[in-house]
């Protein structure tokens, strides 16, 4: 007969029958359980009554030296405690998180950025587009979707509004916003178009072209995907397209939020997505077609990190990220940056000189932000 388990249901009746206080102990833990998430509701209510304060006072969001205060606070009465300061900075770190969202989401709300203004987006069925109109939306917009895979009586209404909406919002690849963009030239709106391209080269011809029909035009490219929740973590890029009018009120919808503006010549933004994008995007891509076709019994910290990363990407749209490839003057010399670095890396390998790989170590630390080290081997 074999050995009974140590952890099967008879030994842990066992266990508590020798043991009464298991119980009782288990019980506090529960009730200690509750009452960290009580309290973490109760902060959040404070926190939106500091963000009312801010607001009536204009003051920002985010207070970097607060954080950093509040931070150290955790930190040293973990100390005190005999608790890993770590683990009290993780878990204020998360609520200061959750705190900026929040106020975040006040801010957008009460900015009442689009009170009586009218939205159509374009493409707003799709993930961006889906994500766009709830923000325009929390923004006070009377928004609605022209899309494909919307309602007759959806694409109606957005179809009637185009022509006066203050805001068009174009949701759809670089290739079907040119497409959309040509077609509007032949009967151009009175708002402000604007298009959130991951690549902007396919379709500046159709926005000069929109302008010239007497369209105010903008481009943005906001650097974050549709499963966002804190927009702090993020940049939205506003390109020029000449037009400093439609680019101000396009800024001013971010303006509430805690994201990151950058503004860059619309010319220029391809030749920055080619690293951002379509480097990271390839790098990303050939990690997963070099992993083996069975799982590992045993995954390092460093090989959990970018196997997420890996299938995050490679589970995104194909025909976008084939488009962010192909459609970029400056996406070829980017990957041809990651084959040279791969041979550079097989080179210093097999040349049995140690010397030479950490020289290709050096050579990434320079280009790389510092980190905290890794704890695998």
Known sequence: MDQASPYDSRTLFKARMADPTLDKVRERIRQIDRELVERAAERLKLVTQVGEIK??????????????????????????LGLEPSIAEDMVA????????????????????????TAVVAGGHGRMGRWMRRFLSAEGFL???????????????????????????????????????????AAPPS??????????????????????????????HPMFGPNISLLRDA?????????????????????PTTANIVRLPLDEHDRLMADLLSLAHATAIAFALALPQTEHPVRSTTFLA????????????????????????????????LRAALDRLVTAIGSGDSTAFAKLMQDGQTRTQPTPRLNDR
């Open 55 to 80: 607001r009536r006072n204009n003051l920002p969001t985010v207070d970097y030296a607060q954080e950093r205060a509040v931070l150290e606070r955790a930190r040293n009465t973990a100390k005190e």
């Open 306 to 337: 970018l196997e997420r990363l890996a299938s995050a990407v490679v589970r995104e749209s194909p025909d976008v990220y084939y488009e962010i490839q192909s459609r970029n003057p400056h996406s070829a010399a980017a990957v041809e940056r």
């Open 94 to 117: 998360r609520l200061i998180r959750a705190s900026v969202s929040a106020q975040d989401q006040d801010s957008i709300r009460f900015s009442a950025a689009g009170a009586g203004k």
């Open 191 to 220: 708002g402000v178009v604007v298009d959130i391209a991951s690549i902007k080269t396919p379709i500046i011809d159709a926005i000069r072209n929109l302008q010239k029909a007497g369209t105010r035009v903008a481009s943005i």
């Open 143 to 185: 928004v609605g979707s022209l899309d494909p895979l919307g309602s007759d009586e959806e694409n109606t209404w957005a179809l009637a509004a185009f022509p006066t909406a203050d805001i068009i919002l174009c949701c759809a690849s670089p290739a079907a916003t040119a497409e959309l963009y040509r077609k509007w030239t």
């Open 235 to 255: 940049d939205v890029v506003i390109c020029d397209t000449g037009d400093a009018e439609a680019a101000q009120a396009v800024e001013k919808l971010f303006q």
